[in-house]
């Protein structure tokens, strides 16, 4: 199953991650590779994760830049638009322009959403930055409320709480506003945030988090493990994964992650940058992919940014494309290490069992012109199935196109070896081919999707027109 160059490659990596490539080597193993993928959304979607970005409204007029993020990503985070200062500017007049504007790009595209961030001490609009005590525990907790009741329903998962805790060996939270309101505010937040968004996973987020060995790491873990011995209502903790020369990912990332699984919680990669260039920077992003792989709960990884030149740190050259939108090493050694496969997500000891499921029916459409649409079931999780659809030519065509509609509470969250588009309700996805849609007579094209089912496994529904 592996090639020569793919033994390479683990062995190198062992050398570089320790104990983390033997980790990865067992699962590969029990989990044979899907055919390869060709884009990071797609080889995530294989082993039910996905693989997002941090998007700026400000770019969304670029056409390279949206380019690559639809045919790449199928998680959006806003970069600063959905802030406290974005989204609350004054207090009580809510401008909810510019995180809509990405909320919908990415729904518009088939995309998932992670909001970020509800409570922060860093950019509080200038009002809240001059409260305390009572009264700016209200506002945050009014803040929460109302951002997350406004996006209810369109979010994947909240950084509900973000950088909370001192960095340094002191293990403690850090000071600030919010802090000085009394330990509890974080709780309080999450509890606001669940009972405006019952449907989001709400995270606590942070960096310099993802080495298992330090203080800072240890004290969110604890605060992690408290609130789940305390019922307090948190799903998962975000690793920013903000790296360079200064902070390099560290061997024990596998560890980190597993163990704040186990407590109970999904984990995320959420904001992944890492300064450098070449086959050092490559090797380091495929350590963090192959890590959160071998996590069962590590459910997916974004990027902070689509080109080097989109970055916070630009200098740094921290992304996987450069700035004309090539793929530079870094991108290459991610789709390969994704394309390897991984634990599946969810938690692989409560899989979804055969025959505890209702039987879906199958569907076939006979076709419109001259094209047949089959569906075939691919992996299935807890909660979510992928599929495949296969086009088959009954006479020689030019082209194809292909809708795929799936029922309400249904969603498709990533898609393969296609171009979809979406109408407005987003169930009904029209699948077109990338490239040239001709095919002779009796050949077959395949795609494939993810659905997040939510409840209901029914397969979708299909239609086939040649042209
Ligand atoms: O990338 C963001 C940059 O454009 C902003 O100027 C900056 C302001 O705080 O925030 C950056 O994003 C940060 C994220 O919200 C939280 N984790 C650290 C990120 C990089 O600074």
Same mark, same amino acid.
């Given at each position: 199953?592996?090639?020569?160059?793919?033994?390479?490659?683990?062995?190198?990596?062992?050398?570089?991650?320790?104990?983390?490539?033997?980790?990865?080597?067992?699962?590969?193993?029990?989990?044979?590779?899907?055919?390869?993928?060709?884009?990071?959304?797609?080889?995530?979607?294989?082993?039910?994760?996905?693989?997002?970005?941090?998007?700026?409204?400000?770019?969304?007029?670029?056409?390279?830049?949206?380019?690559?993020?639809?045919?790449?990503?199928?998680?959006?985070?806003?970069?600063?638009?959905?802030?406290?200062?974005?989204?609350?500017?004054?207090?009580?007049?809510?401008?909810?322009?510019?995180?809509?504007?990405?909320?919908?790009?990415?729904?518009?595209?088939?995309?998932?959403?992670?909001?970020?961030?509800?409570?922060?001490?860093?950019?509080?609009?200038?009002?809240?930055?001059?409260?305390?005590?009572?009264?700016?525990?209200?506002?945050?907790?009014?803040?929460?409320?109302?951002?997350?009741?406004?996006?209810?329903?369109?979010?994947?998962?909240?950084?509900?709480?973000?950088?909370?805790?001192?960095?340094?060996?002191?293990?403690?939270?850090?000071?600030?506003?919010?802090?000085?309101?009394?330990?509890?505010?974080?709780?309080?937040?999450?509890?606001?945030?669940?009972?405006?968004?019952?449907?989001?996973?709400?995270?606590?987020?942070?960096?310099?988090?993802?080495?298992?060995?330090?203080?800072?790491?240890?004290?969110?873990?604890?605060?992690?493990?408290?609130?789940?011995?305390?019922?307090?209502?948190?799903?998962?903790?975000?690793?920013?994964?903000?790296?360079?020369?200064?902070?390099?990912?560290?061997?024990?990332?596998?560890?980190?992650?597993? /163990?704040?699984?186990?407590? %109970?919680?999904?984990?995320?990669? @959420?904001?992944?940058?890492?300064? =450098?260039? #070449? !086959?050092?920077? +490559?090797?380091?992003?495929?350590?963090?992919?192959?890590?959160?792989?071998?996590?069962?709960?590590?459910?997916?990884?974004?990027?902070?940014?689509?080109?080097?030149?989109?970055?916070?740190?630009?200098?740094?050259?921290?992304?996987?494309?450069?700035?004309?939108?090539?793929?530079?090493?870094?991108?290459?050694?991610?789709?390969?290490?994704?394309?390897?496969?991984?634990?599946?997500?969810?938690?692989?000891? /409560?899989?979804?069992?055969? %025959?505890?499921?209702?039987?879906? @029916?199958?569907?076939?459409?006979? =076709?419109? #012109? !001259?094209?047949? +649409?089959?569906?075939?079931?691919?992996?299935?999780?807890?909660?979510?199935?992928?599929?495949?659809?296969?086009?088959?030519?009954?006479?020689?065509?030019?082209?194809?196109?292909?809708?795929?509609?799936?029922?309400?509470?249904?969603?498709?969250?990533?898609?393969?070896?296609?171009?979809?588009?979406?109408?407005?309700?987003?169930?009904?996805?029209?699948?077109?081919?990338?490239?040239?849609?001709?095919?002779?007579?009796?050949?077959?094209?395949?795609?494939?999707?993810?659905?997040?089912?939510?409840?209901?496994?029914?397969?979708?529904?299909?239609?086939?027109?040649?042209?």
């Amino acid at each position: 199953m592996t090639t020569p160059r793919q033994r390479y490659r683990r062995g190198r990596l062992a050398a570089a991650f320790g104990g983390l490539a033997a980790a990865t080597l067992a699962v590969t193993l029990a989990v044979p590779a899907a055919a390869a993928a060709s884009t990071l959304q797609a080889a995530a979607a294989e082993s039910g994760r996905y693989f997002g970005t941090a998007i700026a409204a400000s770019r969304l007029n670029d056409g390279t830049y949206t380019t690559i993020a639809n045919r790449e990503f199928n998680m959006i985070t806003a970069e600063n638009e959905m802030k406290m200062d974005a989204m609350q500017p004054s207090r009580g007049q809510f401008n909810w322009s510019s995180g809509d504007r990405i909320v919908n790009w990415a729904r518009q595209n088939g995309k998932q959403v992670r909001g970020h961030a509800l409570a922060w001490h860093s950019q509080q609009p200038g009002w809240m930055q001059n409260m305390s005590g009572s009264q700016l525990r209200t506002a945050m907790l009014d803040h929460v409320t109302q951002v997350a009741s406004y996006y209810r329903g369109k979010i994947y998962a909240w950084d509900v709480v973000n950088e909370a805790f001192a960095d340094g060996s002191s293990g403690a939270r850090r000071d600030s506003n919010l802090q000085r309101t009394g330990n509890d505010w974080i709780e309080a937040a999450f509890r606001a945030a669940r009972a405006a968004d019952p449907g989001a996973k709400l995270c606590y987020n942070d960096y310099n988090t993802d080495n298992w060995q330090h203080a800072k790491t240890q004290a969110v873990y604890n605060m992690v493990k408290d609130f789940k011995a305390r019922g307090v209502p948190i799903d998962c903790v975000g690793f920013q994964a903000h790296f360079n020369s200064g902070n390099p990912v560290p061997s024990n990332y596998h560890t980190t992650l597993q /163990n704040f699984a186990d407590l %109970g919680v999904d984990v995320q990669i @959420t904001e992944l940058d890492i300064e =450098g260039s #070449g !086959s050092s920077q +490559a090797q380091q992003y495929q350590g963090v992919v192959q890590a959160c792989l071998s996590v069962a709960r590590c459910t997916g990884i974004t990027v902070w940014g689509v080109r080097d030149t989109d970055s916070w740190r630009a200098s740094g050259t921290p992304l996987l494309f450069d700035g004309s939108g090539n793929k530079k090493a870094a991108y290459t050694s991610v789709l390969n290490q994704l394309n390897q496969g991984g634990t599946p997500v969810p938690n692989p000891g /409560n899989p979804t069992q055969p %025959g505890t499921t209702p039987t879906p @029916t199958p569907t076939q459409n006979p =076709g419109t #012109g !001259s094209c047949t +649409a089959t569906y075939s079931e691919g992996q299935k999780w807890n909660d979510r199935f992928n599929g495949t659809v296969t086009i088959r030519a009954n006479t020689a065509i030019s082209g194809w196109s292909s809708t795929v509609t799936v029922r309400q509470p249904q969603r498709i969250i990533a898609t393969w070896n296609g171009s979809p588009t979406w109408d407005s309700s987003g169930n009904v996805m029209t699948m077109r081919p990338s490239g040239s849609g001709a095919l002779a007579a009796g050949q077959t094209v395949s795609f494939g999707f993810t659905v997040q089912h939510n409840g209901d496994w029914t397969w979708p529904t299909l239609t086939c027109s040649a042209s």
